[in-house]
């Protein structure tokens, strides 16, 4: 059979065919487009429907946007700019309000000519985390970090120098004791004493003492009371606070709740169900409200404060279950390992189980954080200015009556952009962190 | 045998409460019970002190004293002679109000979102991104108030609906989005159960319906409030929430006036679940004889008449009939009027847990394995049952734990009506009350425990559904 097949057969094409290009409706962006915008009925309904909604809301907002007026000095002369221009009834956006107000909504009613100091301070700050966030930045950049809160604190509220460097001396002792005192004395002791004569040197010894070198050598910037602080500068101060106490205590809260002994157990337990079953303003409020009952008579402290130990517990008690997730999802053997080296309690958490917990808990802390920075809205409700508090302070003078919008929309992008940055932060390091094979 | 394995007996000496693990544990569990005793004492003997010092004591007396305030907005019956204790039950009620229709609207956008941002369709998926990422990155407070700016600045007056050329109304003349807030037909009834002529008590499902002298006087409106809704402090408010009903009705004449009691809906409500719980024995009917006979008779449109035609015998024995608003003299009458302080309050919290609910259900969806559904298909299942049987069992259980706290979070954040000046709990009980006596302390004190039981009462329910629906293993 197959040698008259072979005699019969005239032609044996010997190379191959060049290759075809594919189908003009297979390739590029016509393929794209045919897969998916318009695979089948239901996508082209759903494709119709999204463009049209775009298109409605886009056709709004843009021309509103950009006819936007951006040099006027109140209301009134701005609409008038907007009927010369475009005719009278054309709907524009007064961007004007912020080319003329931005200042007061990020520094509230900071004075003017110390401007320099909140954006040095922010300068600072940055500089302050890249190391923290970045594993690239170099790390003797860390003293930064470490020294930081102390700068940004004296440059933001002014006053003598010597405050903070006589703040920074109790650290200094406790790390001493910790160092040179634990060979001769015994860790546990030292720990005590590590804990308990930094405590007594702050209550008692560290504000004459700063008061007597500031007497001596007055390295002062001037004060600036917490009531002038406003906009976004009072929201990222209290974030920012919040969010670097809370993470501590947060990690403490779900040990404790994991914990074997009793009584931390339930204290824990308690603590976190209290602080999170209740809304943050009724927090708020018993901060402003409630605090002076709490406290020894006569006591009054600063209301950025006490919403800062308020914002900070609240967002603690919620790290704190988040973290207790993260506990929780890690095998028992990790745990069991941990032991089977003979580490201590200490040593098996900061060394084994925390580092892996933690990993798994990022998305849930730093959604945490983004709820923190977000919540730091609602002190306006408690009588600090926080920007959408300035929003309506600014529309309560004649000149800008009646704007609304414009403020909303650049106190939604900032907001945004600080939250958005804050998540994709978080996927970068999930990514960065992750170590199985995918 | 143990000869060897106990160490020798020594007694107990002082340092093993500290060296000794077995007793270490005991130690520092008493060191903190000191401490925390001692922090709690301190906290409390300064509290008795500064009491003392205002002049002030711990009584909740108060409750049952007159309030004195108007509250613009009851479910149930209200006035200003009435006690402290009834004005924090309707903050209470109002709450729940606006944390139950919250919750239902988030769940349909937060499940329409979370499917659409799954979908193959490039533009639907960036529209649903674009919806999540904007609503969960900027504060809910920005979203309240903007929504409630939207509402009183963007939207007509009543005035602008006379005339041709005016506002229309929506839905063949029934509903009335004006900057007063939104007016929504009320269902009324001709024979109803709690009597017709007589005052009857407010419709549950209903907000309160009081004439439009409400915008009289205004205070305790927080400080960013953008206007509009407040606290009545007038008298001239009318004796009775159903004031509202009277004038509409006014135009049928001589007839009995239609009106609703809290009698009539829970009689709706009684033959809707009996309808429900009918349907569901029918379906176990039908499944039973499919066991047996191996063939499934018809049960959707028994199922669907087990349910409707109870209901619509029950609408006609009352005399149910519509009662749209209309316009009377500088604003409508009759109808359900819904203030904007409510409506932006729960547009902004349900849009705004939405995204959350979205980034859930998108999260539940995609945990369950392709694998589940190939298996699926090759058992032989269509891709109905599929969902129905192997997905969602499957994805709910990933996504109701944290579906149920986003409940929670929404309930918690409707207290973020003082920006608007809805009358919720947080204003009435903790807010006019507590400026009217004076009792900070009490009135916070019950505030955070009306909040505390209600999220450990619904974590609690979540904790017995997990256990349930938890995976089975040894």
Known sequence: MSDTHAQTVAFVRDTMLDQKDPPLNQVGAVKWIRENLFSGWLNILLTLASLWVVYAVLSHLLPWALRGVWDASNLTQCREIIAERYGAGTSAACWAVLTERWPQLIFGFYPKELYWRPILAFLIFLAAVAPVLFSAVPRKMLWVSALAPFVLFWLIWGGSLWGPIAAILGFVIGWAILTFAAPKIGTLLAVILAIVVPLFYWLVICGPLSDALASVVPLSLRAVATQKMGGFLLATIIGVSGIVLSLPLGILLALGRQSDMFIINKFSVAFIEII??????????????LLNYFLPPGTNFDLMLRVIIMVTLFSAAYIAEVVRGGLAALPKGQYEAADALGLDYWKSMRLVILPQALKISIPGIVNTFIGLFKDTTLVVFIGLLDPIGLSSSIRATTDWNGVYWELFVFIGLCFFVFCFSMGRYSLFLEKKLRREHR | MATISDPPERGFRLNQLIFDTRYRSMTIQVVAMILIGLLLSWLISNTIHNLEALGKDFDFGFLSQPAGYDINQQLIDYNNQMTHGRAALVGILNTLLVAVLGCALATVLGVVAGVLRLSNNWIVSRLAAVY??????????????????LMTESMPSPRDFRGEDGSSMLLGESVAITNRGVYIPNVVFSRSLGGNEVAAPEAPAAAAATPGTNMAGTYGASRIATGGAGVQTGQANAPDASGGDAGGAAAAGGEVIPTSSGWDWLLILAVVIAGVFGAKVLGKRAAHIQEATGKRPMTLPL???????????????LGASLDKPELGGFNFDGGVHLRNSLIALWLALSLYTGAFIAEIVRGGILAISKGQTEAAYALGLRPGTTMNLVILPQALRVIIPPLISQFLNLTKNSSLAIAVGYMDVRSTLGGITINQT????????????????????????MNVYNSSVKLKER
């Open chain 1, 276 to 289: 999170r079953g209740v809304p943050l303003i009724v927090w708020l409020f018993t901060a402003s409200l």
């Open chain 2, 132 to 149: 999540v990422e904007g609503f969960r990155n900027v504060p809910l407070l920005l979203w309240i108030v903007l929504i409630f700016a």
């Open chain 2, 303 to 317: 199922q669907i008449a087990a349910i409707l035609v109870p209901l619509i015998v029950v609408l006609v024995a």
């Open chain 2, 438 to 461: 004076g009792r900070e302390l009490e009135g916070m004190l019950l505030l955070g425990l009306f909040y505390l039981v209600l999220s450990l009462l619904i974590s609690g329910v």
